[in-house]
Nanobody
Framework: VQLVESGGGLVQPGGSLRLSCAAS????????MSWYRQAPGKGRELVAR????????NYADSVKGRFTIARDNAKNTVYLQMNSLKPEDTAVYYC?????????WGQGTQVTVSS
């Protein structure tokens, strides 16, 4: 199993970024996928989750209405569209899949929101 995130960077408050997570080594379309984040000095928190078909989604209250999780099962990729970014969104963002009773994580991608 391999999860590779991309798309992070430095953005001004109010800006947007789209994160991608390319998956391989398992049947992607069979599993729900999630995005987590970890800010400096804080624990890792769930940001968003999407079911295997891409129909059902869940979000942390702090990102509802600003972030959108989506997936393309033909491309084995899950996305996180982040709009109206705030400084408190600054964190390392991780893609995660619970696959065959194990948690698999990507290496993370840094998102920094600052003027």
């Amino acid at each position: 199993v391999q999860l590779v995130e991309s798309g992070g960077g430095l953005v001004q408050p109010g800006g947007s970024l789209r994160l991608s997570c390319a998956a391989s080594g398992f049947t992607f379309s069979n599993y729900a996928m999630s995005w987590y984040r970890q800010a400096p000095g804080k624990g890792r928190e769930l940001v968003a989750r999407i079911n295997s078909a891409g129909i059902s989604t869940n979000y942390a209250d702090s990102v509802k209405g600003r972030f959108t999780i989506a997936r393309d099962n033909a491309k084995n990729t899950v996305y996180l569209q982040m709009n109206s970014l705030k400084p408190e969104d600054t964190a390392v963002y991780y893609c995660m899949g619970y696959i065959s009773k194990y948690d698999y994580w990507g290496q993370g991608t840094q998102v920094t929101v600052s003027s």
